[in-house]
Structures are given as structure tokens and as C-alpha cells.
């Protein structure tokens, strides 16, 4: 009986002793700012050099203690969620959910920024400039405010398309400009056994939460842009496949697949093995993101001149328009939001703003998202730019940083103007500059942004998933199907994405587009 | 000899052999995914990425150990995984009992009551934020304590636990109370003997599902020094499937940020071990303890 009672003693005990909140100095300010942890091995989030870095060159002079508050990287959403319903929320959020965002403002969780930004803001108000500005402006009622501050996204570009070099050299062909060229490189190949007896010509892996994805460039290549108004492009841009034209992209697919020129577990997401083959020197074609060749830590190329010698991937563009120019689809230019919850302090909120825009200067941004030299780096190029950065995994762990993060303002790394930003980028692939920057002019090549709209489409939400788990089943059947069959399966198969939902979200998107409620332009819009 | 090994195949029927086999089958079903792990993380980046490991390291290296081992915040959790989980353990027991116990006396009235009471529970719950907001009030955000306390009491346990009890003779109550004993000694020196095996698997229970939750972290916790084991192991592993995150966050050369597949496993096997060294000790009250506890219910 005792031990019992000494334990539930102590219980209680150990419950009396939460401790209280320290007081805040005089004088000073502390902002909380969220930051995204992602369990670094050496780094530590709440004690780092960027950290310090900004409490030295702002914070001290401003009198405002900075503190950074953890959240995981890969639950932020439901995290913030959490604090934001709890009154926890630190003084500036970050996500990388914009509906949250709009969710917030609506209920009026979240600051407006117009009047603050006006103010203490003007130099970050330049940075972000109103391209990016009105991804985060929403009407909950008030007119048209600013309640989030969308980060600039440096590198818009999305997908390219990625062909063998070493095989296009034994072929004796050159880079395929169009989907007849491409069919021709294929069937050679397939024919030749360049990759040997596995050679698969054309791979592809399937996004299940966005099936059409992959076949957007192909798609855009024999859309009849003469039969489609601005007003079709923004109803159906999420429904590409419906556009009239497009049928035409996948029927070459379908072609591809009855000819053995296709992974023959189509439509089956299966990414060990399609890695395995593309490094293994048994895939001929793919399309990626503009980088995917490339990366360091699923280096295909890399690999691939390893286990192949002479292999080699480089960026192609082959769906070029059958009539008209070319465009791409891009990202947009906003990256994360961050805001400020609607119940921080006035002297708070203002020392946010200051925060955000004292990072929006040329020094603080290069530094934050550079680090230092002798430590992140040892050699600059003769326009400033680091040229041997060092990526987090081999900075000692004093200088260990991750720009993004640190530097929310901005998605990807900015060093003035485009041109060095792009030259930038493919230097952070070592050996790989000049076919990185190639893959990235041809996925800029006519480039236009998605269009996206400011308010929710009820439909979207309701009928979301089971459009997209429609819309993989028309992609694999379409695809699949014998020649013959095309037709009717495609017929049966869009007919059932409309019935489940599909014609309701086209519908509201159709009256979105009447109040002028959407961003994104029509690409042909020009040109017409 | 010859006839002894014949005699001795003979009892094994064919019967006996399908059984084996199929025994086997499942056996591997459970290590195989297990070998496979340790196999990754012994393994390079370049073997995993050509699909050449299996069940045998391919291009052997150590190197996901050393990062683990080098890091010393991985050791801190460890240590602090293993404190949350002794205190929890320990105080889940002492509160189960003292639930259970009562509840097996036919002497307590509105028995029925109670445990309708505590039943309810395992059914409905009041979502995660006002859980969220209970915890913020009670000012345990971003203490250790909000690791331990919620969820102190399974109610799945409390039923097994009163179960077993119940099915204990009630005359050794009725005898050790003729004797003198009063309520707390006939727990202490009648009961919880008699209940050994059921005892140990529930503090299996409970230790085992403490040592793998990281949910409750996930929310409670933002300090970096009270992130337990687990929770470092799924941001690790989500980390390593985030390369389209990192298109995504415009950072894609700086790919350094996720991690490798085969410091995932080694982190996997990291966490693991210490399951697995423990569990074969407590093993063997398993079977019994939970049998015993549902069957004569």
C-alpha cells in the first residue's frame, strides 16, 4: 500500500513541476518563427548558423530575439493545424498548403499584411514582386487582401523529356523533334536490343494522385488550339486529356504499348524497378522532372555511366506542337506561403514584417542561402556565385544549413536575375552543367503556368479523388487496349470520369472563369 | 542406424511435413522483409539503385552505421526512447492493476457502470485538436510528461487484465480476507503473484507500443531534445521518399537534405534492436498471458 501511495505521490509531483514560461527581457521582442525540421543527422534546427547569422545581423540591432520553432518537414499541414487551433502558432507560419492558407483567412485567423507591408515591407514587396504577390491574396469578404506572403520560385520549370545520347549516336539518328521521330528512335531500338534482351524503349511510372501528369507535353502537342477558347482552357486545364486533341497523344501511346515499345507493367507504379532498369542501361526514353537525370541522390546518369560505359541521358524535346508552337507547362511562381496568425501583437507582427523584408535584402539572402565562405563554400565565379557548394551532408555541423528553409521567401536559389539563377542551378550538378541547362531551356520553351483558381471548387473537394482514381483507369485502358478498341474505350472511360464527378467540377470551374475568380493564362492567347 | 533414421521419418507423416512447410513459409514471410532491411543498409547507393540487393548486401559498406553512430542526437534519443518508456511502462502497470482489481471484486458496486464507463473510451475519443488543446492547458506541450501521460490506461488492457483476475478462484480472495487481509494485500500478495505471465505480456504491451509511437510526439513535442527514437526515424524516412519535395521546394540539387535508402534501414535496424534483444526474455509469458486472460473471461 505504501509503494502504491509513494508512486501516485510522486505522480503528482512530477505533474506540479511544469515549469513557467521564461519573461521576455526588456525591451526586447522575440519572434517565433516556424521551421521545418527534417531530422538532419548533426543539424539542429533551434542552434544553427543561419540562426545565428540572422540574431547578429538583425535581431540585435532591431532588439528582437529570434527564435526558430521546429515542425516536421513531412507533417506540417496537420501540425500547424494543431497550433494554429491551439493559439500556439509561432509568430510567422510557413506550409506548403495553400488551401489551409485560405481556409485560415476565411475564418479570419490570419493578418492581413497591406498595410504592414506598405510600411516596414517595401524591399520584400519588390522582391516578391505582384506576379508572386496574388497567389496570396484572397477576398474572404473584406476585398481583396494580402493575408499570405508566397515565396518567389526561382526555377519554374517542370518536366523534360530524357533520351539516350549513346543510343541515338549508334542509330545514326538525330534528336527526335516530334512524336514520328520519336516512334522511329523507339521501334530502332527496340529492334537493334540496344539496352540488350530487357530493352525497354520508352518507360514511364504512374503519379496516382495526378494519373495525365507524365503525358502533359505530348498532350499540348496535338491540342487543336484553333477549337479551343480561353474559356475551354481554363475549365478543362486540369481536364487536359478532354481538350479536343489530346486523344490523339495517348492513341500514339497506345500505339507504342501494342508494339512492345512500353514498360509492360503500364500503369503500375513500380519505381524500384523503372530505376533499376534506367540505370541499368535497358531504358531508352522517359519523361521526368527537368532535373530527374541528375540528381544526386537518384544519380541515373551517374549510375548509368557506371554500369554502361558510354551511356549517357540527355534532355530532348520530343512533342514538338504537329502544327504551332510549342508550349510547356511550368509551375507557378509561388512556392510556400508563409503569414502571420491574426492574434500576434502589433509590435510582433511588425517585427515580422521587418524580418521577412531585412531577408529580402541582396546580402542577408546570399548569406542565408549561400552560408559562409571557407565553410559552405571556397570559390566564387565572376559573378559572386559560390561555385562549390557544398550540400548539408558534408558542411561541418557548426555551418550546416538548408537555404530554403532558412530563407523562406524563396523557393530555390536567387542570385539577381534569371539568367544567373538558371546558370546557378546547373552548376549544383557538377559534370553535368551544360546538359542541365539544356534540359532546361527546352522545358521553359513556351512556357505557361497552371491555372489554378482563387476560390475552392466545392467540386474538387467532393469529387477530387475519384475523378484522379478514374482518370488512372482511363490512362492505363486507353493505353493497354488493342488499336482497335481506342475509340470506344475512350469513349466509355472519359464518359465515367464525367458521370462520377467530373462535369460538376467543369462546371464550377466554367462559372469560376465567368467571375474571373482563376490565375494562369491561355499560352496561345497572343497568338491567336 | 539406417532403420532408426527411417523409423524416425516415418513419425513425421507427410501431414507433419506440409505443416512444416507451411510453418516455414510464414516463418519467412516475417524475417525475409526484415533480412532484406539489414541487407540495404550494409549496401551502396549504386547497388541499391541497380535493384541488386536482396537478402545479401551488395557492395558491402558500413557507412549508414557510421553516420547513425556519428550522430550524436540519435543517441540522445535513444536514451531518452528507452526513459519514456521504463516511466510509462511502469506507471501503465500500477494504474491497470488498480483499475482492473477493484473491478473483479463482486463486493463493488455499479460494476457494470464502471466498466461501461471506461469501454466507452476505446470507442469514441474527442479528435486530435481538443486532445491538442486538453494537453496545451494542462501546460504539458513540449514536455516529456506528454509523452508519458496520455494514454497511460489501454482500455484493451484493462479488460484483459480483469479477465485474468476474474478467472482466479474467488475463494483465495474470500480465504485471504477471512485471514485478515485487507484489499491492498490481497492485490499485492494473493493476486498479482498468481498473475505473473499476464502481468509481463501486458508490460510488453505497453512497452512495445510506447517504444513505436512517435504520433503523440509529432504534435506534443517541437524541442529537437525530446524528439524520441521514432519520431527521428519517420521524419528520416519520409526524408528519403521526398524527392519530389524537393522539386517541389525548388532545392532539387541540394538533394543532401534526404537520405539515403540505406541510412534508412540502418536507422530501421537502430531502433529495432533494442525490441529485439529484449523480446525474447518476455516472450515466452506471451502466449500463456494473453490466453489465459480472454478465454476464461
Given amino acids: 500500500m505504501k509503494r502504491i501511495l509513494t508512486l501516485l505521490l510522486t505522480l503528482c509531483v512530477l505533474l506540479g513541476m511544469v515549469p513557467v514560461s521564461a519573461m521576455a527581457d526588456e525591451g526586447w521582442t522575440t519572434l517565433r518563427v516556424e521551421m521545418y525540421d527534417r531530422s538532419i543527422a548533426g543539424f539542429n534546427v533551434e542552434d544553427c548558423w543561419q540562426l545565428r547569422y540572422i540574431q547578429k545581423n538583425f535581431g540585435d540591432p532591431n532588439k528582437i530575439k529570434v527564435e526558430w520553432v521546429p515542425v516536421s518537414r513531412w507533417e506540417e499541414g496537420t501540425i500547424l493545424n494543431n497550433l494554429l487551433a491551439g493559439g500556439t502558432a509561432p509568430d510567422i507560419c510557413m506550409t506548403y498548403g495553400g488551401d489551409m492558407v485560405l481556409q485560415y483567412a476565411e475564418m479570419g485567423g490570419i493578418l492581413p499584411l497591406d498595410e504592414l507591408l506598405a510600411e516596414h515591407g517595401q524591399e520584400l514587396t519588390a522582391f516578391l514582386g505582384q506576379e508572386v504577390l496574388q497567389f496570396g491574396q484572397f477576398d474572404v469578404g473584406g476585398g481583396k487582401l494580402q493575408y499570405s506572403l508566397p515565396a518567389r520560385r526561382i526555377i519554374t520549370a517542370a518536366q523534360s523529356m530524357y533520351i539516350r545520347q549513346d543510343w541515338l549516336d549508334k542509330l545514326e539518328m538525330q534528336v527526335p523533334n516530334n512524336v514520328e521521330e520519336l516512334y522511329a528512335y523507339l521501334k530502332a531500338a527496340k529492334e537493334n536490343n540496344l539496352g540488350g534482351a530487357k530493352t525497354i524503349p520508352y518507360s514511364s511510372d504512374l503519379y496516382a494522385s495526378d494519373p495525365f501528369y507524365g503525358w502533359i507535353f505530348q498532350m499540348d502537342a496535338f491540342i487543336d488550339y484553333t477549337q479551343v477558347t480561353e474559356e475551354d482552357w481554363v475549365t478543362y486545364h486540369d481536364f487536359h486529356y478532354l481538350l479536343p486533341g489530346a486523344k490523339e497523344a495517348l492513341r500514339w501511346m497506345n500505339k507504342f504499348f501494342n508494339e512492345g515499345l512500353v514498360t509492360d507493367y503500364f500503369g503500375i507504379s513500380n519505381s524500384d524497378q523503372t530505376d533499376s532498369d534506367r540505370v541499368m542501361g535497358h531504358d531508352g526514353f522517359w519523361v521526368g522532372n527537368w532535373d530527374s537525370a541528375w540528381r544526386m541522390e537518384m544519380s541515373y546518369s551517374h549510375d548509368l555511366e557506371k554500369n554502361v560505359p558510354g551511356a549517357s541521358w540527355i534532355a530532348c524535346d520530343a512533342f514538338k506542337a504537329v502544327n504551332g508552337p510549342t508550349v510547356h507547362e511550368t509551375y507557378n511562381a509561388a512556392g510556400q506561403y508563409l503569414f502571420i496568425p491574426a492574434w500576434v501583437s502589433e509590435e510582433t507582427a511588425i517585427a515580422a514584417v521587418k524580418y521577412l523584408n531585412w531577408m529580402s535584402l541582396p546580402e542577408s539572402l546570399f548569406a542565408l542561402q549561400n552560408g559562409e565562405i571557407g565553410h559552405n563554400y571556397t570559390t566564387v565565379d565572376e559573378h559572386g556565385i559560390p561555385t562549390d557548394l557544398k550540400n548539408i551532408n558534408d558542411t561541418e555541423d557548426a555551418y550546416k544549413m538548408h537555404a530554403t528553409d532558412g530563407a523562406p521567401i524563396c523557393n530555390g536559389f536567387y542570385y539577381g536575375s534569371d539568367e544567373l539563377n538558371y546558370a546557378a542551378t546547373a552548376m549544383g550538378f557538377p559534370g553535368y552543367e551544360d546538359a542541365v541547362a539544356a534540359s532546361l531551356v527546352i522545358s521553359n520553351d513556351g512556357g505557361y503556368e497552371p491555372i489554378s483558381f482563387t476560390r475552392a471548387i466545392q467540386g474538387r473537394i467532393d469529387y477530387g479523388s475519384m475523378v484522379s482514381s478514374k482518370e488512372g483507369e482511363l490512362l492505363v485502358q486507353a493505353v493497354t487496349c488493342t488499336p482497335d478498341k481506342f475509340d470506344a474505350v475512350w469513349e466509355e472511360y472519359t464518359q465515367a470520369i464525367l458521370t462520377s464527378g467530373g462535369q460538376n467540377i467543369i462546371d464550377e470551374q466554367r462559372a469560376a472563369y465567368h467571375e474571373g475568380a482563376y490565375r494562369g493564362f491561355y499560352p496561345m492567347a497572343e497568338k491567336k | ?297
Fill in chain 2, 1 to 297: 542406424m539406417q532403420s532408426k533414421l527411417t523409423e524416425h521419418k516415418k513419425r513425421l507423416g507427410t501431414g507433419q511435413w506440409v505443416l512444416i512447410m507451411v510453418m516455414l513459409f510464414f516463418v519467412l514471410i516475417c524475417t525475409l522483409p526484415f533480412v532484406n532491411v539489414i541487407a540495404v543498409s550494409l549496401s551502396s547507393k549504386s547497388a541499391i539503385l541497380r535493384g541488386d540487393v536482396t537478402f545479401w548486401p551488395a557492395e558491402f559498406t558500413a557507412k549508414a552505421y557510421e553516420v547513425i553512430v556519428g550522430d550524436k542526437s540519435m543517441f540522445r534519443s535513444l536514451f531518452l526512447t528507452v526513459e519514456i518508456t521504463l516511466i510509462y511502462t511502469i506507471l501503465s502497470m500500477v494504474l491497470t492493476i488498480l483499475i482492473a482489481f477493484p473491478l473483479t471484486m463482486k463486493r463493488l458496486k455499479g460494476r457494470k457502470f464502471f466498466m461501461l464507463f471506461i469501454v466507452f473510451t476505446m470507442y469514441f475519443s474527442g479528435g486530435m485538436i481538443p486532445i491538442y488543446l486538453n494537453i496545451k492547458e494542462l501546460g504539458l506541450l513540449n514536455k516529456k510528461w506528454s509523452l508519458i501521460l496520455p494514454g497511460l490506461i489501454s482500455t484493451f488492457n484493462v479488460i484483459i487484465l480483469k479477465n485474468f483476475f476474474s478467472s482466479l478462484p474467488y475463494e483465495l480472495n474470500e480465504a485471504a480476507y477471512i485471514d485478515g487481509a485487507n484489499d491492498f494485500q490481497i492485490l499485492l500478495m494473493v493476486y498479482l503473484p498468481l498473475s505473473f505471465s499476464s502481468l509481463a505480456t501486458l508490460a510488453l504491451f505497453y512497452a512495445v507500443g510506447k517504444w513505436n509511437s512517435f504520433s503523440d510526439a509529432l504534435y506534443y513535442i517541437t524541442s529537437r531534445d525530446l524528439q524520441p527514437l521514432q519520431l527521428k526515424l519517420y521524419n528520416l524516412i519520409k526524408g528519403g521518399q521526398a524527392v519530389e519535395v524537393a522539386v517541389q521546394e525548388g532545392n532539387a540539387s541540394d538533394l543532401s537534405s534526404s537520405i539515403s535508402e540505406s541510412i534508412e534501414s540502418a536507422t530501421i535496424i537502430f531502433a529495432t534492436l533494442p525490441i529485439l534483444v529484449v523480446y525474447p526474455f518476455v516472450q515466452r509469458y506471451f502466449v500463456t498471458g494473453v490466453t489465459l486472460g480472454a478465454v476464461k473471461g
